[in-house]
């Protein structure tokens, strides 16, 4: 994603809860159905896959910033310091 690429993966619960709005994420049931996809971006035009992933790579990049990390993680240590002693 943040390479700026389509991603294909299976239906896992993490990555529905962390990558739930990525413009072109895909995922997937079974092999079947992640080979299928796959193949069918394959089919597409270069410049079509080329604009899905620079989405992706958008997302990522205002989502999983460096800033936006370490403010969740302030945000979260924040929230239990009163409850460490």
């Known amino acids: 994603m943040a390479a700026g690429l389509p991603v294909v993966a299976r239906n896992l619960p993490a990555y529905r809860k962390l990558y ?5 994420l895909y995922l997937l049931e079974n092999e079947k159905d992640l080979s299928t996809k796959v193949i069918t971006l394959l089919k597409m035009s270069a410049d079509e896959r080329h604009k899905i ?7 990522a990049k205002k989502r999983f910033s460096w800033d ?18």
Not at 20 to 24: G, M, R, S, V
């Open 20 to 24: 739930h709005e990525a413009p072109a």
């Open 53 to 59: 992933g620079l989405a992706n790579k958008n997302y």
């Open 68 to 85: 936006n990390v370490s403010r969740k993680i302030l945000n979260t240590i924040s929230s239990i310091a009163p409850y460490m002693g």
